[in-house]
């Protein structure tokens, strides 16, 4: 007979936390933890995990924040632009857009790297 799933609130420096473990395919214990308001906001995170888990699987719940290759796309397209300069004063963008261009470039790279291996 399974244990009923519950989840837990948790204190961590004054901060509270929702917690739920499940298991994953291979037989692993796995821990989500989401950092809430209060412990009714708490209860309701819970709820929700324990919802999408029953859905699409621990999996799911684990990626569902924004991918690492997202965020530097939007970095590059919204941050990382010439400096538009009018009257002798930067007005946008960046100075050195080269420089950012480029580790950006390494950090995609690096990104896609460790997504192969998983």
Do not use: C, W
């Amino acid at each position: 007979m399974a244990r009923e799933r519950t989840g837990g609130i948790v204190s961590r420096g004054g901060v509270l936390f929702a917690r739920v473990t499940y298991v994953d395919s291979t037989g692993k214990r796995k821990e989500i933890t989401r950092k809430a308001l209060d412990r009714a906001d708490a209860q309701r995170i819970i709820a929700e995990l324990h919802a999408r888990i029953d859905e699409h699987g621990g999996e799911a719940v684990l990626n569902d924040r924004s991918p690492l290759a997202d965020v530097i796309e939007q970095y590059r397209q919204e941050k990382a632009q010439p400096a538009e300069i009018r009257d002798g004063k930067k007005i946008s963008g960046l100075k050195s857009h080269y420089n950012f261009g480029k580790m950006l470039d390494v950090l995609e790279r690096v990104v896609n790297f460790f997504a192969l291996l998983q």
